[in-house]
Protein backbone atom coordinates (compact mmCIF):
# COMPACT_ATOMS: atom_id res chain seq x y z
CA UNK A 1 0.00 0.00 0.00
CA UNK A 2 1.33 3.65 -0.78
CA UNK A 3 1.13 5.75 1.79
CA UNK A 4 -1.09 8.20 0.33
CA UNK A 5 -3.40 5.18 0.61
CA UNK A 6 -2.70 4.23 3.66
CA UNK A 7 -3.41 8.26 4.92
CA UNK A 8 -6.74 8.08 3.00
CA UNK A 9 -7.32 4.79 4.82
CA UNK A 10 -6.87 6.37 8.32
CA UNK A 11 -8.02 9.53 7.76
CA UNK A 12 -11.25 7.78 6.45
CA UNK A 13 -11.42 5.25 9.85
CA UNK A 14 -11.38 8.87 11.67
CA UNK A 15 -13.93 10.31 10.30
CA UNK A 16 -16.29 7.33 10.70
CA UNK A 17 -15.21 7.66 14.52
CA UNK A 18 -15.54 10.86 14.58
CA UNK A 19 -18.66 11.51 12.21
CA UNK A 20 -16.38 14.06 10.33
CA UNK A 21 -15.22 16.57 12.56
CA UNK A 22 -13.19 18.97 11.31
CA UNK A 23 -10.08 19.32 13.93
CA UNK A 24 -8.35 23.53 12.88
CA UNK A 25 -5.31 22.50 15.30
CA UNK A 26 -3.42 20.02 16.20
CA UNK A 27 -0.93 19.50 19.45
CA UNK A 28 1.52 16.75 20.21
CA UNK A 29 2.16 15.64 23.53
CA UNK A 30 5.57 14.97 24.55
CA UNK A 31 7.10 12.91 27.16
CA UNK A 32 4.90 12.90 30.34
CA UNK A 33 3.00 15.90 28.56
CA UNK A 34 -0.34 13.94 28.12
CA UNK A 35 -1.82 16.01 30.56
CA UNK A 36 -1.35 19.07 29.88
CA UNK A 37 -3.89 19.38 26.90
CA UNK A 38 -6.98 21.51 28.41
CA UNK A 39 -10.68 19.97 28.96
CA UNK A 40 -12.18 19.62 25.18
CA UNK A 41 -16.17 19.16 25.17
CA UNK A 42 -17.61 16.50 23.18
CA UNK A 43 -14.64 13.96 23.80
CA UNK A 44 -13.50 11.38 21.31
CA UNK A 45 -10.84 9.09 21.98
CA UNK A 46 -9.43 6.73 19.97
CA UNK A 47 -6.82 4.28 21.03
CA UNK A 48 -3.41 4.93 18.18
CA UNK A 49 -3.83 0.64 17.89
CA UNK A 50 -7.23 0.67 16.38
CA UNK A 51 -6.44 2.97 13.69
CA UNK A 52 -5.65 0.84 10.47
CA UNK A 53 -2.06 1.69 9.42
CA UNK A 54 -1.19 4.07 12.21
CA UNK A 55 1.88 3.25 14.10
CA UNK A 56 2.08 2.35 18.08
CA UNK A 57 3.86 4.53 20.79
CA UNK A 58 6.61 2.29 22.30
CA UNK A 59 7.96 5.08 25.17
CA UNK A 60 7.05 5.68 28.45
CA UNK A 61 5.35 8.72 28.89
CA UNK A 62 3.54 8.99 25.62
CA UNK A 63 -0.61 7.42 25.90
CA UNK A 64 -1.10 6.20 22.54
CA UNK A 65 -4.71 7.83 21.98
CA UNK A 66 -5.71 10.37 19.54
CA UNK A 67 -8.35 12.82 20.72
CA UNK A 68 -10.75 14.91 19.48
CA UNK A 69 -13.01 18.30 20.78
CA UNK A 70 -13.75 21.65 20.99
CA UNK A 71 -12.09 24.36 22.97
CA UNK A 72 -13.62 27.21 23.03
CA UNK A 73 -15.22 27.18 19.35
CA UNK A 74 -11.73 26.00 18.70
CA UNK A 75 -12.12 22.22 17.23
CA UNK A 76 -8.93 20.47 18.69
CA UNK A 77 -7.30 16.71 17.44
CA UNK A 78 -4.09 15.88 20.30
CA UNK A 79 -2.18 13.62 19.86
CA UNK A 80 -1.38 11.82 22.85
CA UNK A 81 2.51 10.41 22.61
CA UNK A 82 4.08 10.49 19.11
CA UNK A 83 6.71 8.12 17.01
CA UNK A 84 10.04 8.29 16.95
CA UNK A 85 13.01 7.16 14.53
CA UNK A 86 14.73 5.51 17.85
CA UNK A 87 11.51 2.92 18.12
CA UNK A 88 12.38 1.30 14.85
CA UNK A 89 10.20 2.86 12.59
CA UNK A 90 11.02 3.68 9.34
CA UNK A 91 11.41 7.03 8.55
CA UNK A 92 8.71 7.64 5.73
CA UNK A 93 6.37 6.55 8.65
CA UNK A 94 6.94 9.30 10.55
CA UNK A 95 5.38 11.52 7.90
CA UNK A 96 1.86 9.49 8.22
CA UNK A 97 0.17 11.05 11.46
CA UNK A 98 1.20 14.78 10.00
CA UNK A 99 -0.13 13.79 6.49
CA UNK A 100 -3.59 12.47 8.14
CA UNK A 101 -3.66 15.57 10.00
CA UNK A 102 -3.36 17.94 6.38
CA UNK A 103 -6.01 15.18 5.46
CA UNK A 104 -8.53 15.59 8.16
CA UNK A 105 -8.11 19.76 7.93
CA UNK A 106 -5.37 20.76 10.27
CA UNK A 107 -4.01 23.93 9.51
CA UNK A 108 -1.93 24.69 12.42
CA UNK A 109 0.38 22.14 14.60
CA UNK A 110 1.34 23.01 18.27
CA UNK A 111 4.05 20.40 19.13
CA UNK A 112 5.45 19.72 22.69
CA UNK A 113 8.80 17.90 23.87
CA UNK A 114 11.24 17.74 26.61
CA UNK A 115 14.17 18.39 26.26
CA UNK A 116 17.99 19.15 27.54
CA UNK A 117 19.78 22.07 27.07
CA UNK A 118 22.96 23.66 26.32
CA UNK A 119 21.67 27.29 27.21
CA UNK A 120 22.33 28.50 30.68
CA UNK A 121 19.10 31.16 30.51
CA UNK A 122 17.34 28.17 29.91
CA UNK A 123 17.18 26.09 33.21
CA UNK A 124 14.94 22.94 33.79
CA UNK A 125 11.41 24.04 34.00
CA UNK A 126 12.08 26.36 31.39
CA UNK A 127 10.21 27.17 27.82
CA UNK A 128 12.16 27.34 24.66
CA UNK A 129 10.14 28.33 21.95
CA UNK A 130 11.88 26.56 19.13
CA UNK A 131 12.84 29.66 16.38
CA UNK A 132 14.87 27.21 13.94
CA UNK A 133 16.28 23.83 14.34
CA UNK A 134 19.35 21.89 13.05
CA UNK A 135 18.59 18.16 11.95
CA UNK A 136 21.59 16.29 12.81
CA UNK A 137 19.44 12.96 12.62
CA UNK A 138 20.89 12.35 9.23
CA UNK A 139 17.77 11.60 7.61
CA UNK A 140 14.34 12.75 6.67
CA UNK A 141 10.89 11.15 6.32
CA UNK A 142 10.05 13.16 2.88
CA UNK A 143 12.58 10.67 1.38
CA UNK A 144 11.27 7.98 -0.80
CA UNK A 145 7.69 8.35 -0.34
CA UNK A 146 6.62 11.35 -2.41
CA UNK A 147 3.26 12.29 -3.36
CA UNK A 148 2.32 15.42 -4.84
CA UNK A 149 -0.81 15.14 -2.95
CA UNK A 150 1.27 15.91 0.46
CA UNK A 151 2.66 18.91 -1.10
CA UNK A 152 5.95 20.41 -2.92
CA UNK A 153 9.01 17.87 -3.17
CA UNK A 154 11.31 20.40 -2.18
CA UNK A 155 10.14 22.07 0.87
CA UNK A 156 11.02 25.30 1.90
CA UNK A 157 12.21 25.86 5.14
CA UNK A 158 12.85 29.70 5.68
CA UNK A 159 10.39 30.01 8.02
CA UNK A 160 9.40 26.35 9.44
CA UNK A 161 8.38 27.86 12.71
CA UNK A 162 5.93 30.49 12.26
CA UNK A 163 6.81 33.80 13.08
CA UNK A 164 3.64 34.89 14.93
CA UNK A 165 2.82 32.09 16.32
CA UNK A 166 6.31 32.79 18.17
CA UNK A 167 5.14 35.69 19.53
CA UNK A 168 1.91 34.75 20.46
CA UNK A 169 3.49 32.24 22.66
CA UNK A 170 6.28 34.12 23.95
CA UNK A 171 4.06 36.77 25.03
CA UNK A 172 1.40 34.89 26.71
CA UNK A 173 4.41 32.86 28.18
CA UNK A 174 5.16 35.93 29.81
CA UNK A 175 1.85 36.95 31.07
CA UNK A 176 1.81 33.71 32.84
CA UNK A 177 5.70 34.49 34.68
CA UNK A 178 6.79 31.35 32.66
CA UNK A 179 10.93 31.41 31.68
CA UNK A 180 11.24 31.21 28.42
CA UNK A 181 12.88 32.14 25.12
CA UNK A 182 13.58 31.52 21.40
CA UNK A 183 16.12 29.02 20.82
CA UNK A 184 17.74 26.54 18.00
CA UNK A 185 16.53 23.04 18.65
CA UNK A 186 19.07 20.21 17.59
CA UNK A 187 17.44 16.84 16.84
CA UNK A 188 19.45 13.52 17.12
CA UNK A 189 18.31 10.40 16.91
CA UNK A 190 18.83 8.70 20.13
CA UNK A 191 17.82 6.90 22.13
CA UNK A 192 20.97 7.25 23.81
CA UNK A 193 22.38 10.38 25.24
CA UNK A 194 24.25 12.90 24.10
CA UNK A 195 28.26 12.61 25.04
CA UNK A 196 29.88 15.53 26.51
CA UNK A 197 32.10 16.05 23.38
CA UNK A 198 29.06 15.88 21.38
CA UNK A 199 27.23 18.71 23.52
CA UNK A 200 29.96 20.87 23.31
CA UNK A 201 29.89 20.24 19.11
CA UNK A 202 26.09 20.90 19.15
CA UNK A 203 26.72 24.82 21.24
CA UNK A 204 29.29 25.71 18.68
CA UNK A 205 26.81 24.83 15.83
CA UNK A 206 24.41 27.46 17.48
CA UNK A 207 22.24 24.82 19.34
CA UNK A 208 20.18 25.79 22.40
CA UNK A 209 18.42 22.64 23.24
CA UNK A 210 18.83 18.88 22.24
CA UNK A 211 16.27 15.95 21.50
CA UNK A 212 15.20 13.30 19.74
CA UNK A 213 11.78 14.32 17.86
CA UNK A 214 10.10 17.06 16.69
CA UNK A 215 12.05 17.78 13.68
CA UNK A 216 10.67 14.75 11.14
CA UNK A 217 6.98 16.14 11.88
CA UNK A 218 7.71 19.81 11.20
CA UNK A 219 9.42 18.46 8.09
CA UNK A 220 6.28 16.67 6.87
CA UNK A 221 3.93 19.13 8.28
CA UNK A 222 5.41 21.80 6.49
CA UNK A 223 5.56 20.09 3.05
CA UNK A 224 1.62 19.90 4.01
CA UNK A 225 1.12 23.14 4.16
CA UNK A 226 0.74 23.67 7.99
CA UNK A 227 1.67 25.84 10.03
CA UNK A 228 4.00 24.68 12.76
CA UNK A 229 4.78 25.71 16.25
CA UNK A 230 7.37 24.26 19.38
CA UNK A 231 7.19 24.55 23.25
CA UNK A 232 10.46 22.75 23.70
CA UNK A 233 10.36 21.95 27.94
CA UNK A 234 13.54 22.17 29.14
CA UNK A 235 13.71 18.73 31.84
CA UNK A 236 17.52 18.60 32.32
CA UNK A 237 20.82 20.35 31.56
CA UNK A 238 22.61 18.48 28.65
CA UNK A 239 25.74 16.29 29.20
CA UNK A 240 28.44 17.49 30.64
CA UNK A 241 26.34 20.61 31.97
CA UNK A 242 24.73 18.60 34.15
CA UNK A 243 26.02 17.50 37.52
CA UNK A 244 23.98 14.23 37.59
CA UNK A 245 23.62 11.59 35.12
CA UNK A 246 20.72 11.90 32.77
CA UNK A 247 17.83 9.29 32.68
CA UNK A 248 14.20 8.73 31.16
CA UNK A 249 12.72 9.01 34.36
CA UNK A 250 14.47 12.42 35.40
CA UNK A 251 12.47 13.48 31.77
CA UNK A 252 8.74 11.70 33.04
CA UNK A 253 9.45 13.19 36.25
CA UNK A 254 10.09 16.51 35.35
CA UNK A 255 7.61 16.72 33.23
CA UNK A 256 5.33 15.94 35.38
CA UNK A 257 6.32 19.54 37.30
CA UNK A 258 5.52 21.10 33.81
CA UNK A 259 2.11 19.87 32.85
CA UNK A 260 0.43 22.62 35.07
CA UNK A 261 1.79 25.07 33.45
CA UNK A 262 1.77 23.75 30.15
CA UNK A 263 -1.87 23.61 30.53
CA UNK A 264 -2.50 27.07 31.05
CA UNK A 265 0.21 27.96 28.37
CA UNK A 266 -2.48 25.94 26.04
CA UNK A 267 -5.45 27.40 26.92
CA UNK A 268 -4.20 31.16 26.62
CA UNK A 269 -3.16 30.12 23.18
CA UNK A 270 -5.18 28.25 21.19
CA UNK A 271 -7.73 30.80 21.18
CA UNK A 272 -5.25 33.46 19.51
CA UNK A 273 -4.22 30.67 17.12
Same mark, same amino acid.
Given at each position: ????????????????? =??????????? =?????????????????? %??????? !???????????????????????????? &? !???????????????? &????????? =???????????????? %???????????? !? =???? %????????????????????? @????????? @??? *??????? #????????????? *?????? &???????? @?????????????? &????????????VTNLASGISKTPLSHAETLSE???? *? #?? !????? *???????
Amino acid at each position: MTQLAAVKKAAAFINKK =TKNFKPEIAII =TGSGLAGSVPELQNKIVI %PYKNIPG !FLRSTVAGHTGNLIFGKYKNKNIMVMQG &R !FHYYEGHNIKDIALAP &RVMAELGVH =TLVLSAAVGSLNAKLT %PGALCVVSDHIN !F =TATN %PLIGNYDAAFGPMFVELGEAY @DKKLIKIIL @DEA *EKLKIKS #GPGVYFGVTGPNF *ETPAEI &RAFKTLGA @DVVGMSVIHEVLSA &RQAGIKVCACAWVTNLASGISKTPLSHAETLSESKKI *E #GK !FNKLL *ENILVKI
